[in-house]
């Protein structure tokens, strides 16, 4: 009775990411490589679950199981997990570090004075992590159905699996954290009409942009791919998009060290994977701060918006 008292349970966010394919990673690399490279991923991951308020629980071998405050956070930090292992610099020319993530929400329980986390949920974020493939995100779908509607456009239902100790099956759904070979970090699109006659003025470096009714999406990041390239490590290589909605012009972080937004006047705002309305005039720095490199910004103004 005693050590049932001691047990509570609290809602979380499970989370697993797996580096894929390690077996054959020490097969090619050999064991001081292979172990030294699943290292530095896990410790990436651990850097990763801290942006984004999570708390690693534990680590087994090659793999790490974090928990999260909400689906919000833990979304967000497993798209920046494979974000962040995508970019990093391949071992060999026949290796390429992968991971592959499963995460579910639901209440957990913990013991007193023990870190560890226990229940279905965890189970559950462990099936699909070992149904995933590598570079891929699964949930659940009652778990995807927690997040905002723009960020719910960013998933696919994919089956109704079984998961080993559930009665009925689960549907599973993947989060798109890509798109194609360009990495796209996918954080939700709108189609909707512009209608609006104003018109946003972007520079850089003396590179100008605009957004209007003619060109109403523009993409920024350092990738030669982006229609307005920033060459700064700090930014992804695909960073953020300003879209013309209606008649708003909309910022959408997609990134994984996000963006810093300042209009005339007020303080610095911090985004991460969240959009917001630009208005009036101010600067843009992609993956730092102003007052760390205010040379690095960009700056922008509106006219009739």
Known sequence: ??????????????????VSGSTRLYEVLGDARAFAAINQ????????????????????????????????????AACAMQAEVEAMVPLDKAVRLAIRIGLHHGPVLMQAGDSDVFGDTVNVAARLTELANAGQILSSDSTVQALPPLL???TRSLDLLPIKGKASNIKVVEVLWQE????????????????????????HHGR????????????????????????????????ATIELRRDKFVY??????GSYITFTGE???QLRREEIVLR?????????????DASGAITFSCEGC
Do not use: W, Y
């Open 267 to 269: 303080g610095e705002l």
């Open 180 to 203: 194609g070979d360009d990495a796209t970090l996918m954080v939700g699109r709108t189609h909707s009409p512009a209608a609006t006659s104003g018109t946003l003025h972007l520079l």
């Open 152 to 154: 719910r456009t960013s």
């Open 280 to 292: 009036g005039s101010g600067s843009i720095c992609l993956g730092h701060s102003f007052s760390k």
């Open 252 to 257: 959408v972080d997609q990134s994984s060290n």
């Open 1 to 18: 009775m005693d050590e049932q008292a001691q047990q509570t349970t609290h809602d979380k966010v499970v989370l697993f990411a797996d």
């Open 41 to 76: 991923c896990l410790s990436l991951l651990r850097r990763v679950t801290e942006t984004f308020q999570g708390r690693v629980v534990k680590t087994i071998g090659d793999e790490i199981m974090t928990v999260f405050p909400n689906v919000m956070s833990g979304v967000q």
């Open 208 to 239: 100008e942009a605009v957004v209007d009714a003619s060109h109403s999406k523009l993409v920024l990041g350092r990738d030669v791919q982006a229609d307005f390239m920033v060459e700064d490590k700090r930014a992804s290589r695909l960073h």
